[in-house]
């Protein structure tokens, strides 16, 4: 199964250092095959985008910490009624006023031992902003939100486990607290169980329960997961095959801007299966998925664009995309063959408008 990464979703944002790994031995693609070509080897994958930047650069807080994690045994209780001024700490942190989301979550914690006001100094303490960047101290703070029942501590504390922050790797540890969380309904918690279970290393592979968790996951909303299960029913892997269902899930994550349930959903439009074909929809599902950087998705636009299937026919499109496409690990012997056998202005023409799209993949991700 290929594509399969673990949910970048946290409370707010979790570093991608702490990703899981993905399940050995990738599947093929689906392939999208015109008459008199031959099918093209899988593109590498483009690396994930950077999570977005804070609005401001965090400053040094002047107000004092709050008491550390040793201290908190004797925190009140949390209380009803209570919410307000966390939605307040936490509308700070989104709009990059980490002293005050600080100072905000602080006061909650020391008069109502509020979990969320916990786990959100958790999160400022995690990405540094606000206060100098401490593992120890984060991991202290999702530690009590989550002994008190807070999901999104449970699952921030599990990829501090998984990545070794504050404390050892311990998958085990991580395990236990990814099953919580999605107990509790949280939904990349419940996606990232599901990626363990295909594993197979912490405990046996179940593809049956690989696609339980998925199931949750993808019925809370998550595209990743939603794209899993999809995979699963493909196959027949944990599920019956079922390629109505497949492409039910491909499509859900496809209207969510997962860009390889784009490319999937595309070519099940462009073939017809599963769902009613539509070539001028499949091109326009690659349009927007080749845009957003998939190789995979450049190269099958090439491909359309040099048929005319579900766009006019366009050899310098066709050229530009293929350019690009390979450039991003995609190799196509049939579109290499096409563009030799154009004009010389037309490949001049196609290579002038992929240089930038090139140029851009050489640019170092920050």
């Excluded at 910490?65 to 966390?86: D, I, S």
């Excluded at 209207?255 to 490319?263: I, M, T």
């Amino acid at each position: 199964m290929r594509g399969l990464r673990p949910s970048s979703t946290t409370l707010l944002a979790v570093a991608a250092s702490m990703a899981l790994a993905a399940p050995a031995a990738p599947q093929a693609p689906l392939q999208l095959t015109l008459p008199g070509q031959s099918s093209p080897k899988p593109a590498v994958k483009s690396a994930p985008k950077p999570a977005a930047k804070p609005l401001r650069k965090p400053v040094q807080p002047a107000q004092k910490e709050p008491a550390p994690a040793a201290a908190q045994a004797a925190l009140p209780a949390p209380q009803p009624g209570m919410g307000r001024e966390v939605d307040l700490a936490y509308g700070a942190y989104q709009r990059g006023l980490y002293i005050t989301a600080f100072a905000l979550a602080t006061r909650r914690v020391e008069e109502r031992g509020d979990i969320k006001a916990m786990t959100l100094l958790g999160e400022l303490y995690a990405n540094g902003f606000g206060v100098p960047r401490d593992d120890a101290k984060a991991a202290e703070w999702y530690r009590l939100a989550a002994d008190r029942g807070d999901r999104e501590a449970m699952f921030a504390l599990a990829m501090f486990r998984l990545a070794g922050r504050g404390a050892p790797v311990n998958r085990d540890e991580s395990t236990k607290l990814l099953a919580a969380a999605a107990k509790l309904g949280h939904a990349a918690a419940a996606y990232d169980l599901g990626l363990i279970y295909l594993e197979g290393q912490l405990f046996p592979q179940d593809f049956t329960r690989a696609a339980e968790m998925f199931r949750a996951a993808a019925d809370a909303g998550s595209r990743e997961a939603q794209y899993a299960l999809a995979t699963l029913y493909k196959e027949g892997r944990g599920v019956p095959p079922d390629m109505n269902e497949a492409t039910r899930l491909m499509a859900a994550a496809a209207l969510a801007d997962y860009p390889d349930a784009q490319v999937e959903y595309a070519i099940a439009l462009f073939n017809g299966t599963g769902v009613a074909k539509d070539e001028p929809a499949a091109a326009a599902l690659l349009k927007k998925a080749a845009r957003a950087g998939s190789p995979i998705a450049q190269n099958r636009l090439a491909n359309v664009w040099a048929a005319g299937r579900g766009l006019p026919a366009d050899p310098v499109e066709a050229i530009k995309w293929h350019l690009v496409s390979r450039a991003g690990g995609a190799t196509d012997l049939g579109l290499d063959d096409f563009m030799r056998r154009q004009p010389p202005d037309i490949r001049a023409a196609g290579e002038k408008a992929a240089q930038p799209w090139i140029e851009a993949l050489k640019q170092p991700r920050s």
